[in-house]
């Protein structure tokens, strides 16, 4: 049956990686990583959490699409009144997948094959001929903020315990995105934000940290200040501090601000475990106007340059993504990396990480 979460969940406590041990250590017991030939070094299960398998605007009233989630198809379906929902893609009828030639009709999804259709909690509702079975279509939990369509992927039907927090402008979607699939595990493409070295040795980005890293639960927050490492002329004018917040392994956001173009920007990077080491990655972006309040949504004159911005922004993203790829397309997963001074957020952000991997059985390569 399809869930949609509702609004109370636990608290979590907060814990700044400053106060913590740092040593990395392998996910215990049941959720060792599974051993590969040298070359591949060790694969890490799927993660547990939110994963996003749509931008909204990919999903029309009416419009049915397939997509992968941790080795399996998902349908994804929207409903004529505007419900998003996802369901496991075979028929219980007669084993047809929804995703080649299912269909919306009002509230209903509509087999292809022989034409059941099923309520929007999965309940064969009618046929074409008779009465309709007791059968019922297996459900994902469904979310939908800020223009994106997340999953849960829990163990063994659990309800989420936590939500993808939404930003703080209400009425910010993503206007420009761009994706591509990865050859390793999403907990190494989100690792590379903690990775600081890396920054200005492959991306040529100077970073300082404003925040350290803190945790709280499944979200992981911390501020650092970005800009081109040289020249230094440039820095005053594009250098700017730059908040991240992670939820869970599946969701990066990242805001920043420019006050003197009266411009808060966002940057998203969505992790989706598709296949063994293999990651569908989308990146988005949004500009939204700092100076108007919130849900007031930009002037006229003012929409086109936050589309241009957020291109520019979504072409610098990726610029940058390209230069990562090469290494995480051919790298592989170091399970007791030899860390070094400057490191500590990478052990610290593997300790956080070890919870997404609490019981989930199948493996991600
Ligand atoms: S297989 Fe879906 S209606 Fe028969
Ligand atoms: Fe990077």
Redesign the pocket.
Known sequence: MTRRIGATLAPHRVICFRSMTLMPEDPPGSRRPRQTGDDQGTDLPYPEGWFCLALSRELAPGRVLTRRLAGEDVVVYRTRDGQAYAVRPY??????H?GAGGTVEGRNLV??????AFAGDGRCVA?PAGPPPRARLAHHTVLERDGFVFVWRGPDGTPPGWEVPGTAQALVVPTASWRTEVRTHAQEIIENTLDYRHLPVLHHVAVREVDPPTVEGPFLRMRLRLGPDRPAVLKRWIEADHSFLMAGLGCLRVEFALPSLGLVSYLWAMHTPVGPRRTQLLVATACVDGREPAGAGPSLLRRPLHRAFARAMLWIAVSKVRQDLTIWNAKRYEPRPRLAVGDETIGYFRRWARQFYGTARSHGG
């Open positions: 028929c219980p009828h007669l084993g047809a929804l087999c292809p094959f022989h034409r059941f046929t």
